[in-house]
DNA sequence: TGTAATATTTACCAGACGGTAAAAAAATGC
DNA sequence: GCATTTTTTTACCGTCTGGTAAATATTACA
């Protein structure tokens, strides 16, 4: 068999395994920050400490590499939004959502350039998950909806509000260094994450009326 | 001389005009969906109607028109933020300068997508810009600051207030794709960006609170 | 209309790229 | 310890890419 991955369910030796974590971390690394046109099978190989042909022994091509980081992101990216509780408190379950958001920006930011990098690209390889998420979003919209007809939140269109909630807090990491460079040496700490979180818990709630 | 541009004042021929235009439009369309190292030369010139080496002859290198289009870049995409008023009301000079930054995204989808793949990839050739950008950004903080303690504004994060216009405007843009498949074809109409300036209005007036 | 300057084409090149074949080396299981 | 499987290396290949040299065609202007 030409590849340990293609083999259908026999087990991975402890070799594979770890290979197939460390290039795909690589890959993960590389694709988002240089897209995947611009991003190289050597570059993967050598921050896997690999050559490219042995590389290509686990996966067989760079295509194959990113589908598998997709598949992987696309579910781990629509958590958050799936987690909203239809029986919640409206106004606290908006704020737990840009919250799950904003950490998941704080702590999985590659995946996010990642994401960004593809679909500011055209999406090419991520139409059907596109479909998905617009499932989705579909119901969540619905679920705000009944929220604001029950008057428990004000009104507003729900898929905007839903994209504004992505734009926000996707942007600190899609943004980083243009993030950092404004706030400067000083408040580009760790603590961003929170100066981000308690803005706009406020400006969610109350907007910016004094 | 090898190049008409690096002529230094010689005044450009009609042909010359025209073609840097053409080129440069094309170079903006095919940057801007694949990014710097995911496009190349012969893209270009084939949507400029062009060879490859008629195109240099105007150009010295690809690195060339890619700089050339972001110093033309960074100029317009400051131009919201210069133009907020000190002395204006503030909750509507917010408001006002989130619609100029809609309106961008609306009108300009292209550079804004350049930017963004720009940035994040790292912004290996937007430093310089970066540095201006800072400094403009600081100067408008402490007007926003000053609203604040005037009492015109709920208090907040000036940096962060500014972060969430760019971010939920170009959104627009950056992720228009996206954008589209989650509305569907019925509501991904021109009306899109009347509907999201209405939403990040009553958003960032009155918040979410019903 | 003739001529100098400008514009375009043709034919390339050197290096990078994704990927393959096959042999050598290392690990595994008996 | 030996045979089999798995892993890694070496040596490639065809294609694409950014860019160049030089010849040819076109334009502008006196």
Known sequence: MSNPRSAKTKKRTRIQQENELKILNSALE??????????????????????????????????????????????????????????????????????????????????????????????????DELRDLKKLVDEKAQVITSWIRAGKLAKCDPYHLIFSIWATTQHYADFDVQVKAVLGPKLSGPGRFEDAARFLDHLYINGLKP
């Open 30 to 127: 590389v694709f988002s920050q240089h897209g995947f046109r611009g991003s190289t099978v050597d570059q993967i190989a050598e921050m896997s400490d690999m050559s490219k042909p042995n590389l290509l022994y686990y996966f067989n091509s760079k295509e194959a590499i990113i589908r598998i980081l997709i598949d992987q992101l696309l579910d781990k990216w629509l958590d958050p939004l799936r987690k909203i509780n239809p029986d919640g408190e409206p106004l606290s379950e908006i704020q737990s959502y840009m919250r799950r958001k904003l950490e998941m920006s704080r702590d999985f930011p590659r995946e996010s350039r990642l994401f960004a990098n593809e679909i500011l690209q055209g999406a090419p390889r991520v139409q």
